[in-house]
T-cell receptor, first 114, second 115 residues
Framework: NAGVTQTPKFRVLKTGQSMTLLCAQD?????MYWYRQDPGMGLRLIHY???????AKGEVPDGYNVSRLKKQNFLLGLESAAPSQTSVYFC?????????????FGDGTRLSIL | EDQVTQSPEALRLQEGESSSLNCSYT??????LFWYRQDPGKGPEFLFT???AGEEKEKERLKATLTKKESFLHITAPKPEDSATYLC????????????????FGKGTHLIIQP
């Protein structure tokens, strides 16, 4: 049982390049989230999805786009990478956003923008 | 704005030396308070959810408690394998970032247990 799987695990980009991070979950969860984790800061929500075909902005959405074409996959895109986007990106999923439902996390993608 | 503050930022203990980690929060209506454990190079691993003041939950050497303003993670007779960063997060009734119920995280407490 894989849970939440993120690919790639590591990536180095040059400023201005684009890339897509993939998150896949095998728990049939409706809700999926993208967070970023930076040194000295808590995880911050970038975008989220409440179901297939839907996406919405979180706390820090600028510079990112997302898509949820299939229920099990949630993609995070950087159209023109900037050094400020150097971070560790975590995907999470839950079967419901309601009261106290646990979010399950992947092991992250470590992204460096030079 | 929802806020979560964890203290201390780092804590070094001897094996067997019990202690507590603090999570203070301000939130517009608490739906749930979560504790996660994060090992280096890994994603957060769920430990506990607390819903209302007075609630307590235990798992092995860990015990989480909740009041109206803070939560404590008590570690009893810790072992080196308990070394990790412990994250606290809250889920508000109305997410200040807009829309669905994302979590607001604290910065974490980095715990080291020395043999």
């Amino acid at each position: 049982n894989a849970g939440v799987t993120q690919t790639p695990k590591f990536r180095v980009l040059k400023t201005g390049q684009s890339m897509t991070l993939l998150c896949a979950q095998d728990m049939n969860h409706e809700y999926m989230y993208w967070y970023r984790q930076d040194p000295g800061m808590g995880l911050r929500l970038i975008h989220y999805s409440v179901g297939e075909g839907t996406t919405a902005k979180g706390e820090v959405p600028d510079g990112y786009n997302v898509s949820r074409l299939k229920k099990q996959n949630f993609l995070l895109g950087l159209e023109s990478a900037a050094p400020s986007q150097t971070s560790v990106y975590f995907c999470a999923s839950s079967y419901s956003p309601r009261m106290g439902v646990t979010q399950h996390f992947g092991d992250g993608t470590r992204l460096s923008i030079l | 704005e929802d806020q979560v503050t964890q203290s201390p930022e780092a804590l070094r203990l001897q094996e067997g030396e019990s202690s507590s980690l603090n999570c203070s929060y301000t939130v517009s209506g608490l739906r749930g308070l979560f504790w996660y454990r994060q090992d280096p190079g890994k994603g957060p691993e769920f430990l506990f959810t607390l819903y209302s003041a007075g609630e307590e939950k235990e798992k092995e050497r860990l015990k989480a408690t909740l009041t109206k303003k803070e939560s404590f993670l008590h570690i009893t007779a810790p072992k080196p394998e308990d070394s990790a960063t412990y994250l606290c997060a809250v889920q508000a009734r109305k997410y200040s970032g807009g829309g669905a119920d994302g979590l607001t995280f604290g910065k974490g407490t980095h715990l080291i247990i020395q043999p």
